[in-house]
């Protein structure tokens, strides 16, 4: 069992920045794709960024390119996403995922572990 702890969420303005992190319970989770989503109140869970087990390979979604960055340290077991300029849009609850194989994915159904999630507030 893979346990998966967000954490860095918060209040911030327009244009501010916040850093997640996600931190694994396993040391296996460094052969794992991971990734991000956020669900906002009354919406379906969406996916925000994905990065491969060894961190070549990144996927956004459109409206965060250029604003966010997910990247790893393997050897500490956790996952980043540092998202800039935010919007108030960009307000959710934002999960951490963990597939079992090393690549990544966009769809929600290929993640087997979660986090509890963190409130991200974006305020205008």
């Known amino acids: 069992q893979v346990q998966l702890v967000e954490s860095g969420g918060g209040l911030v303005q327009a244009g501010g920045s916040l850093r997640l992190s996600c931190a694994a319970s396993r040391r296996i989770i460094s052969s794992y794709g991971m990734g991000w989503f956020r669900q906002a109140p009354g919406k379906e869970r969406e996916f925000v960024a994905a990065?491969?087990?060894?961190?070549?390979?990144?996927y956004y979604r459109d409206s965060v390119k250029g604003r966010f960055t997910i990247s790893r340290d393997n050897a500490k077991n956790t996952v980043y996403l540092q998202m800039n300029s935010l919007k108030p849009e960009d307000t959710a609850v934002y999960y951490c995922?963990?597939?079992?194989?090393?690549?990544?994915?966009?769809?929600?159904?290929?993640?087997?572990?979660w986090g509890q999630g963190t409130q991200v507030t974006v305020s205008s």
């Open positions: 990065i491969s087990w060894s961190g070549g390979t990144v």
């Open positions: 995922a963990a597939r079992t194989v090393g690549s990544i994915s966009r769809s929600y159904n290929d993640y087997r572990y």
